[in-house]
């Protein structure tokens, strides 16, 4: 590095004199002896030894990092923080995506406020600068979850993999369902189940607790979500569990011309729709505690009521448009994010009376209100008293041992009690 600096000294003054034939030779020398890139070696040439503006420091051949972060104030940085809060901390480019209607809705519904130059910065921002000047906050928050699910045999090579129609994921219709368990860590025990199903075309989603994972709860559960969809149900997709690779399923489908079909076991990304919303939809929202009883059942289900309105018509969702790879790299390019509600109104398999009802509904949301919902009925079940775990049974017990004297007090069964504020 010293000597690169010497030859730098030694060239530079002849540089900024010279003529320009003499500057391109001297540059071909500099270039040759220091191994610099031509672009960096002219900066260094040209600015050594001058002052900066303003300064008593002569110039560096460093390049200064751009500043245009600063042109956002504490006021813009106020009101972002506050509209990716009420967007459950989305993304830069989903954020960038839904910003012009989410401000122009949170204006009219008086959630928001702010001057004529804030709301211009708000509007031009890039999803990069989003993420950057949100960064320190989004680091705050994170958890981890566990699978439950049971392969069903019986039924299993019954289905096929394509009954009444082709798999078609370029209208809506066609959807993944799965099951999330709310076991708090611990299988043993009753506990609530969530049944999700996730529309493949526009990420329309629906979701409703079951008591647990018995097949009459499911199935029941599964009509109830069908009945919601704005769009006709044309197809299943499942998992190899025995709550849907079953009988009554089978039928249903069959007599109401529903195609169905499972994924690969052990294969997640074949469900990979669905998988993504487990997280985003229901572990963001409920947790990983063990939940179970009538009161955090229909607890839960009031939660999934605004829920399911706040992450259809305010959640911009980013679909896969192609992916390449090259040698060991894989290039993907996204379509642009889109709520599911915008996704529907666009597609032309959607009914004239689907699409009316979807924008009256639109009309009269605010998303702060659904929010402010939603982080109601979650302290709510945060303050519930913790319920107690299945009781941890001794193996002498299995064997009929169940005089105290059979084990030490030490021995004995305990009860394992879930703090739900943890």
């Not at 830069?92 to 009219?108: D, H």
């Not at 960064?135 to 019986?154: D, F, S, V, Y």
């Not at 919601?228 to 109401?256: K, T």
Request: with cysteine.
């Amino acid at each position: 590095m010293a000597e690169r600096r010497a030859v730098v000294r030694a060239t530079a003054r002849r540089y900024q004199r010279g003529q320009k034939k003499e500057k391109q030779k001297i540059l071909d020398e500099l270039v040759k002896l220091t191994g610099y890139n031509r672009c960096y070696a002219r900066r260094v040439l040209r600015c050594h030894g001058k002052q900066a503006k303003g300064q008593g420091k002569p110039v560096s051949g460093k390049r200064r990092r751009s500043r245009s972060w600063q042109q956002y104030d504490e006021r813009v940085l106020v009101a972002l923080r506050r509209i990716w809060l009420i967007l459950d901390f989305i993304c830069g480019k989903r954020l960038v995506a839904i910003m012009p209607e989410v401000l122009r809705r949170l204006e009219y519904f008086g959630e928001l406020k702010v001057d004529v130059r804030t709301r211009q910065k708000l509007l031009r921002i890039s999803a990069a600068t989003i993420d950057r000047l949100l960064g320190p906050e989004r680091r705050r928050h994170q958890l981890r979850g566990r699978a439950r699910t049971r392969p069903g045999t019986l039924l299993k090579h019954q289905i096929p993999l394509r009954t009444f129609s082709e798999w078609n994921e370029q209208r809506p219709g066609f959807v993944e369902i799965d099951l999330v368990a709310h076991d708090g860590g611990l299988a043993a025990g009753e506990y609530l189940y969530t049944l999700d199903m996730t529309d493949v075309y526009s990420g329309w989603t629906e979701v409703q607790a079951v008591p647990n994972k018995a097949q009459v709860w499911v199935f029941a559960a599964l009509k109830d979500l069908r009945a919601r969809l704005p769009f006709a149900l044309r197809g299943i997709d499942s998992d190899n569990g025995s709550e849907f690779i079953n009988d009554q399923l089978l039928r249903y489908c069959q007599h109401e011309r529903i195609t169905f079909t499972r994924a690969r076991p052990y294969r997640k990304n074949d469900n990979c729709f669905v998988e993504q919303k487990n997280y985003t939809i229901v572990r963001r929202h409920v947790g990983y505690q063990r939940l179970s009883g009538r009161e955090q059942l229909s607890l839960v289900n009031e939660l999934y009521g605004y829920l399911r309105l706040y992450a259809n018509y305010f959640q911009p969702v980013m679909k896969l448009k192609s992916k390449e790879r090259h040698g060991s790299q894989v290039k993907k390019t996204y379509h642009p994010a889109e709520t599911p509600y915008q996704r529907l109104s666009r597609s032309e398999h959607l009914s004239a009376t689907a699409r009316r009802r979807l924008a009256q509904q639109y009309g009269q949301l605010n998303p702060a209100a659904l929010k402010r919902n939603i982080e109601r009925i979650q302290t709510r079940l945060l303050q519930m008293p913790p319920h107690a775990g299945p009781q941890r049974v001794h193996p002498r017990q299995l064997h009929g041992w169940t005089n105290d004297f059979a084990f030490p007090q030490k021995q004995r069964p305990l009860r394992v009690h879930f703090d739900l504020r943890q």
